[in-house]
């Protein structure tokens, strides 16, 4: 029905009652009485443009009835009693007195049937249009606010598959009651009895507030009803803006694995970012795009984008220009392998903080490429920091890898070294230098969850490498908030390490995959073909002689390392080029590792 068809019908349905309800109100005080008087007609009158002008003060005639709610009835006692109102100061006026009873009826009769004219529509689409047996049957897990935004939804749409049947809650007090038409049936330990009598087709998690762990449990009995079981979006997506509630989305594997989110100190950032300029190199990367999204959050003065890829640098720009179109975003294509370039950036903008997210991160494929390693987790670093001291920056923050404790591969010694570099520097130089270390991250590039996707896409087999392995994992947004807060803490020279929990077997993580995928290890098999060049069966976030064990921000802790004398990377750096692969491999190590020759303590301060 077009707008202008609505519009006529409704004015026509209220018109009529209006004309009419004072007439049938006089009749049923005095049935005996004259109906049609002068002072009726006139009232009835006055009444009909008194309605149509408060039903357009309260916009009765914008609203869509098929939500109908309190607010909606609350309208329409609004306009009906200031209309009924305005007609007893007329009679007053015009008669000199006023037909109380007959407007209270009449009062009465105009809510009842303006009223019943727009909830009738909803009770009909509700029990009849609605009632769409090939929908499939879902079951809501939660009956609170998260359940009921699903639920009406859901009832509302009449493009959805899905069609609401039952609720399950671990609430005693809302078991056996209705909560918009659909009753509460059971709570969790009911589940899989409720989907068999229930004859459930589909499952929603519907508790936005969950924690990782409880929302693990819940996932585990769900999928063992072989049953389609979705999510609606977690606090920490709705807060953030990324998404609405009403979006409704398939448990991913970041979902189950990833930790409950830190809270940020907004103010400590604030100050460090708000109305400031601010340089992120690796910026089209998985990690430095996302710590792009969180500083503009933060509406720094100008936002520096650096990055090598021209392609990955555009994207992140035009999407931080949709989101934030007043904010001043400056492209900089660079390669921090350019000392000079590096120097004239830093030299241009004059950032007040540089969040260095450049770097290889691969290991096998650093395994084959030493030189390159060395050329960008080193080298690369060096430029920048030196760079960021020379132009008066005030803080610094590099990104590195829980692989640069007691390295076995080549990409982490070399972040290991890049390590030594800023804290060097930090010695040196009025900028405040720190490190922040991450675990895995779940959905990166390079990482291990695309490559099981793609492997269950084409089916199979998933390939795990040792059936021991395990690693820490984290999501992108939080190890990106990692990096804020780091550097709102600094003081200079720390390596902060996120409290990660346990660590995860790499085959639990693929049989998750294979699972949320919907099928079986049956469907999918796992293949193990042995551990690659450079990789360890565990990681480790801090060596033994680097642990502070105290928190100093909630689930944050600040690490100590050994200096070692610069001089020995200045060797490394000018030397790299002419050693052979296997050798550049073994002395990278060898300085990691702070072997004897190479512990030599640095003095002076800042």
Known sequence: MSYKTRLSLLISIDSFIVMFSIFIGYWLIMPNAQIVTTALLLSSVALFVFHHIFAHLFKLYKRVWQYASIKELSAIFMAVSFSIAALGIFQLVAFQTIFSRTLLITWMLHILFIGASRFSWRLYRDTQLRVDHTKKRTLIIGAGNGGMIVARQLLNSDTSELRPVAFIDDASSKQQLEIMGVPVVGQMEDLLSIVETKVIDHIIIAIPSLSKTELNNIFSLCSETKIRTQIMPSMEDLMSGRVNVNQIRDVQVEDLLGRDPVELDQRKIGARLSNKKVLVTGAGGSIGSEVCRQIAKFKPKQLLLLGHGENSIYA??????????????????????????????????????????????????????????????VIGT????????????????????????????????????????????????????????????????????????????????????????????????????????????????????????????????????????????????????????????FEELLGENEVHSEQIYPMIYRGKTPPVNMSVIDRLIEEFGYMESDRLRQHVLDIAHFREKHLVAVTGAK
Request: aromatic share 6%; proline share 6%; charged share 25%.
């Open 316 to 377: 992140i720009e035009m999407e931080l220009r949709t989101l934030y179109p007043e904010m001043d975003i400056s492209p900089v294509i660079a390669d921090v392998q350019d000392e000079t370039r590096m120097y004239e950036v830093m030299e241009m903008f004059k950032p007040d903080s540089v969040y260095h997210a450049a770097a290889h991160k691969h290991v096998p494929l650093m395994e084959r490429n030493p030189h390159e390693a060395i050329k960008n987790n």
């Open 382 to 537: 060096r430029n920048v920091a030196e760079a960021a001291s020379a132009a008066g920056v005030d803080s610094f923050v590099m990104i590195s890898t829980d692989k640069a404790v007691n390295p076995t591969s080549v990409m982490g010694a070399s972040k290991r070294i890049a390590e030594m570099v800023v804290q060097y520097m930090d010695r040196r130089s009025t900028t405040k230098f720190v490190a922040v270390r991450f675990g895995n991250v779940l959905g990166s590039r390079g990482s291990v969850i695309p490559l099981f996707k793609k492997q269950i896409e084409v089916g199979g087999p998933v390939t795990v490498t040792d059936p021991e392995m395990v690693r820490y994992f984290m999501t992108i947004p939080e190890a990106s908030r990692l990096v804020l807060q780091a550097g709102a803490l600094a003081e200079g020279g720390e390596t902060f390490v996120l409290d990660m929990g346990e660590p995860v077997k790499i085959v639990d993580l693929a049989k998750n995959l294979i699972r949320l995928s919907g099928f079986s290890e049956r469907d999918i098999p796992i293949k193990y073909t042995g551990m690659r060049p450079g990789e360890k069966l």
